[in-house]
């Protein structure tokens, strides 16, 4: 596609409630992001896949939090047993090979815990 | 540890005028420095990034940010701000694990007719 896609665009769960949220990185971008922003403040890395392998999983904040990327492209992050400290903005970036290429952003999951 | 430090939380310029964001940062080694913008709603864009060569870097949107090794420095300019600049800006710094990017708190510009 022409840019990275998030959906749900917007997630209202109840504490305790499962969630998934899909990321499409642009076709052919090997490297593909998470990250977690919090209401004013900047975003915060959560994992790093290169192609189907899991490289970097050192920012997700607890073992609620699981994310993968089975074929290679789309990307789902799954936060189990939902707390409010999870409600923010969650920012899927991909990128055609290395960082140095730089990222391009989908425009978020806003994920509210209520 | 990479970091990078946004120290205004706000910039307020008038239209016409330039504008600075001010940026620092705190790496070992070379520094990998980007700029990104994000506007309400969306996600973050990419503006500019520094990695080797001139220290004057020029990027979307007439935007340009000056490398200054000596100061730890790599603050955004704009020589006229338009009232449509603003939103929040973000500066970022590459991990040395070069597996993701760190971003700074955010400085949000406010640019008034």
């Known amino acids: 596609g022409a840019g990275v896609s998030q959906s749900p665009r917007y997630k209202v769960a109840k504490r305790g409630q499962d969630v998934a949220l899909r990321c499409d990185p642009i076709s052919g971008h090997v490297s593909l992001f998470w990250y977690q922003q919090a209401l004013g403040q900047g975003p915060e890395f959560l994992t790093y896949f290169q192609n189907e392998a899991q490289l970097d999983k050192s920012g997700l904040p607890s073992d609620r939090f699981f994310a993968e990327r089975p074929e290679g492209s789309v990307s789902t992050l799954k936060i189990q047993r939902t707390q409010q400290e999870d409600s923010a903005v969650y920012l899927c970036a991909s990128s055609l090979w290395t960082i140095n290429y730089g990222y391009t952003f989908g425009s978020g999951t806003r994920l509210t815990v209520v | 540890a990479q970091s990078v430090a946004q120290p205004e939380d706000q910039v307020n310029v008038a239209e016409g005028n330039p504008l600075t964001v001010k940026c620092t940062y705190s790496?070992?080694?070379?520094?990998?420095l980007f700029w990104y913008v994000q506007y309400p709603n969306r996600g973050l864009q990419f503006l500019l990034k520094?990695?080797?060569?001139?220290?004057l870097v020029k990027g979307s949107y007439g935007f340009e940010a000056e490398f200054n090794k000596s100061q730890t420095s790599f603050h955004l300019k704009k020589p006229s701000a338009l009232v449509s600049d603003s939103a929040l800006y973000f500066c970022?710094?590459?991990?040395?694990?070069?597996?993701?990017?760190?971003f700074g708190s955010g400085t949000r510009l406010s640019i008034r007719p």
């Open positions: 970022a710094v590459l991990h040395s694990s070069a597996s993701k990017i760190i």
């Open positions: 520094y990695i080797t060569g001139d220290n």
């Open positions: 790496v070992s080694g070379n520094p990998y």
